[in-house]
């Protein structure tokens, strides 16, 4: 049985700058990089480097970069069939502009992501009859993820949401089909309308969430590390001490390493500590799917951090 993630691939175009800049000033970087990612294929790479076996599916162009991303994809044994080539549209790029601190901006041009639609779900159909688990992101369009999630609650597979970037949607229509919804700070705010700064609005906006129908929910609070809330308890699991370098896709690697920990029968807590040390681990790397930690390089951080 396979995780399965039916969402977005992006080429990263990625400026290193010594600092982010103020709206309408001009600054010199020092680097320029094409590194692969898109919150969908992050996320399958994530998964495949805790050998779990993994499948890609979502849209790209018929291009160079719609080629790079399947190979990269394929170095770490994601199964790709399931990605359609679109010849009318580009491959979904991402501008990120990142600081010599570690900080980020991030536009994303969706590109061919925006074309999945009802042959990608007649596809993702049948996939699901081989798969424990799907993860969905926001980088697709909005009917297209709660139809998917849809189609995995009737199948009877397990499904986590990264609710990134937040588009509208109505609430009924996709927190009863799902098990896990994966907030960071800024998408917390923007789902229950006031901010989420302290783990304290972090709990308030857990419980609007469950009102709404969510079952868990994990508030990803960058170094503040993750409040988790189920209908049972909340309970919240620190970030671990790490030298930042970048934390693009640091989202993505959690849910990778939760998505992994879950499907090998860890518990909530312990799924949760270790997708913590997997996105801890990536924060301390440059770039997207370059950042994302194997799974020994995880398990010899969890034994150096005394928690394995
Ligand atoms: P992304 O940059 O991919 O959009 P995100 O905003 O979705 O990430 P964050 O909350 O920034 O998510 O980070 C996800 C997880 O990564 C955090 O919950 C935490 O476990 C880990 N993390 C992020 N920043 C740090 C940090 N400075 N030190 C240690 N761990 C961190
Ligand atoms: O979560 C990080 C990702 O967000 C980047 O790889 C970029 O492509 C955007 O989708």
Not at 29 to 48: D, E, H, L, R
């Amino acid at each position: 049985m396979t995780v399965l993630v039916f969402g977005s691939l992006n080429m990263d175009l990625v400026v290193q700058s010594p600092r982010l800049p103020v709206p309408g000033e001009t600054l010199l970087g020092n680097q320029f990089n094409t590194i692969p990612g898109g919150k969908g294929a992050n996320q399958a790479v994530a998964v495949a480097r805790q050998q779990v076996p993994t499948q890609m599916m979502g849209r790209v162009g018929a291009d160079d970069f719609g080629q790079r991303l399947r190979h990269a994809l394929t170095l770490d044994e994601v199964a790709v069939e399931g990605i359609q080539v679109d010849p009318n549209a580009h491959t979904g790029v991402a501008a990120i502009v990142v600081s010599d601190q570690g900080e980020n901006h991030i536009i994303v041009v969706p590109g061919a992501n925006s074309r999945v639609d009802k042959t990608d779900l007649s596809k993702l159909e049948v996939a699901l009859k081989q798969a424990d688990l799907l993860l969905l992101q926001f980088e697709i369009p909005m009917a297209a993820v709660i139809q998917a999630a849809q189609l995995a609650h009737a199948a009877g597979v397990t499904v986590i949401v990264d609710p990134a970037p937040v588009q509208a949607f109505d609430p009924s229509e996709l927190y009863p089909y799902i098990h896990v919804l994966t907030p960071n700070q800024v998408e917390a705010a923007q789902l229950v309308g006031f901010p989420v700064d302290t783990l304290e609005q972090a709990s308030e906006a857990i419980a609007q969430l469950h009102d709404q129908g969510a079952e868990t929910v994990l508030i990803k609070m960058g170094e503040q590390g993750v409040l988790c809330g189920t209908p049972q308890e909340i309970f919240h699991i620190p970030a671990f001490p790490i030298t930042v370098v970048d934390t693009v896709a640091a989202g993505d690697a959690f849910n990778g390493g939760l998505a992994a920990a879950l499907q090998s029968g860890k518990s909530l807590t312990a799924a949760v500590t270790w997708a913590t040390a997997t996105a801890a681990l990536s924060v301390s790397h440059a770039g997207a799917q370059p950042s994302l930690p194997q799974r020994s390089h995880v398990e010899t951080f969890l034994k150096q951090q005394h928690v394995l």
